[in-house]
């Protein structure tokens, strides 16, 4: 997975600077250097990631030396590094390793203390252009020790702040009718609205001279999106997840939490312990699929199950309590419905869901309806199932 981009993206972000655009390129010359021709046009700075290791298919420098239109020139002082490198963990260096102590002409050397690819910095009419390695562990060094350096020389002063809303229980378009007459008035800060299943995000970059002016505006703008999404936010730090989020109010509150899941298939008690530290919460979770096993584990009346079958707000209430009961955990949250394809009644088609949520004052279930995808359908009902639990937990 591409991590490297990510970790610029912040890193120059911080520095006031715009990443407009990401391209992934396989390991042709020829595609490669059209690549980095139409990136020096379109941008003041290129940053390019792997592709400088010793084989053949390592065609970065030779791709990136086309695009300026020079020639790659052995480098002497690279060699020797190289070899001292190699004679330091007592190996032999292999002929192609040599590849790596070519530098594009004009080019100044990144050093890499933790890899034998050194990396590269060519000033542009317009900006720069970066060779970085390939491994997270040396293009990250890299980026702090020499890239940010020279970047600051380069740039303006200015600073990019951003504030972050992560929004559950509404759907995009909701949110954006919501909230655009707030945001369309300004062109600085730029908003962003992202959106997974069930999931959100409102990123709002402010670029300004200095941060305290970044922050007047972010707090300008974003204050009054704040408030017209209410406790639909369930995090302004955009790293936070609705289940580490739910897991830190139960912490905080000394409060625990069971599951007892049929249609998601034990995907609500995954997310809840997906992170370390959650048996400070989390009790237990009971995956019954058959009736059978929702009245003898859950002990869910057959009555109610003859009368109203399995999906059915009377059943999500009594697995919801049941589980509670069972495992004596603070709150316990139950699902179940038709994730389809097949099954499903005139009256509950495929897509219907109950959640039921057991709370010390009681119970209380809550219908959905979430369309025909299978994967869709439990994703949603397991993130709006958090989402229930994390309203309760605040209010």
Not at 231 to 243: A, I, K, P, Q
Not at 258 to 266: I, M, R, V
């Amino acid at each position: 997975m591409d991590t490297n981009s990510l970790f610029i993206t912040e890193q120059v972000n911080a520095l006031g600077l715009d990443v407009v655009g990401k391209q992934v390129v396989g390991d042709d010359r020829v595609r490669l250097t059209e690549a980095i021709e139409g990136a020096l046009a379109r941008s003041e700075f290129v940053f390019l990631s792997g592709g400088l290791g010793p084989t053949e298919d390592d065609v970065t420098r030779e791709a990136a030396a086309a695009a300026l239109g020079r020639t790659l020139e052995h480098s002497p002082e690279q060699e020797t590094i190289l070899e001292a490198r190699f004679a330091q963990i007592r190996r032999k260096m292999a002929e192609n390793n040599r590849r790596q102590t070519y530098v594009i002409a004009g080019a100044e050397v990144l050093p890499n203390p933790n890899g034998t690819a050194p990396g590269q910095y060519f000033r542009t009419e317009r900006g720069a252009l970066f060779l970085l390695p390939g491994p997270p562990r040396e293009l990250k060094a890299m980026v702090v020790a020499h890239v940010l350096p020279k970047l600051k020389s380069l740039l303006p002063p200015q600073v990019l702040r951003v504030r972050s809303f992560r929004v559950a229980g509404m759907g995009e378009s909701d949110l954006d009718t919501l909230i655009a007459p707030v945001y369309t008035k300004y062109t600085n800060p730029t908003t962003t609205v992202l959106s997974a299943i069930g999931d959100l995000w409102v990123h709002l970059h402010a670029r300004c001279e200095t941060e305290a002016e970044a922050e007047a505006l972010l707090k300008e703008v974003g204050d009054p999106i704040a408030e017209l999404l209410g406790d639909r936010v369930y995090s302004t730090d955009g790293n936070d997840t609705l289940e580490l989020v739910v897991g830190r109010l139960l912490r905080e509150r000394k409060a625990t939490v069971a599951t007892a899941e049929s249609c998601t298939g034990g995907l609500i008690a995954t997310r809840l312990t997906e992170h370390g530290g959650s048996s400070d919460y989390f009790v237990a979770s009971l995956v019954t699929y058959s009736d059978e096993q929702k009245h003898t584990l859950l002990g869910v009346p057959q009555e109610l199950l003859d009368r109203y079958t399995a999906v059915s707000e009377e059943v999500a209430a009594a697995m919801a309590t049941g589980a509670r009961e069972r495992t004596g955990a603070t709150y316990a949250l139950s699902a179940t419905g038709y994730a389809g394809p097949g099954g499903g009644t005139e009256e509950n088609p495929v897509g219907t869901v109950y959640l039921g949520l057991a709370t010390p004052g009681g119970v209380r279930v809550t219908k959905l309806r979430y369309g025909m995808d299978r994967n869709r359908i439990r994703t949603l009902a397991a993130q709006t199932a958090l989402d229930l639990l994390r309203r309760e937990l605040i209010n």
